[in-house]
């Protein structure tokens, strides 16, 4: 069952960031996987698990701002194409001392 949270102004807002990865990993795998890989491997999907709309781009801006644009009071789940993340977050450090 989905949770939603409804702002002051009565409009429903994006399920808690744990439901929208939770749901957003689900519909990739189950419904995006089979369609985008390989031959979209490396590109960037913005997906709304609550609509099933997804935006696929060659940058992650681009898909979210696809994504914004055609549901502006969205918040996207966003993968990487082929990937287990969408971004890493790394590189290499040198000891001091």
Do not use: C, S, W
Not at 53 to 78: N, Q, W
């Amino acid at each position: 069952m989905a949770t939603h949270v409804t702002n002051q102004a009565g409009d429903t807002a994006a399920p808690p960031g744990d439901e929208l990865v939770e749901r957003g990993q689900r519909f990739y795998d189950e419904h995006l996987r089979p369609l985008l890989e390989p031959q979209h491997n490396g590109r960037f999907v913005a997906i709304d698990p609550a609509t099933e709309r997804y935006f696929l781009a060659d940058k992650a801006i681009e898909a979210l701002l696809a994504g914004r644009k055609a549901l502006p009071d969205t918040i996207f789940f966003l993968a990487r194409v082929g990937h287990k993340a969408a971004h890493k977050i790394g590189g290499h450090g040198h000891r001091i001392g």
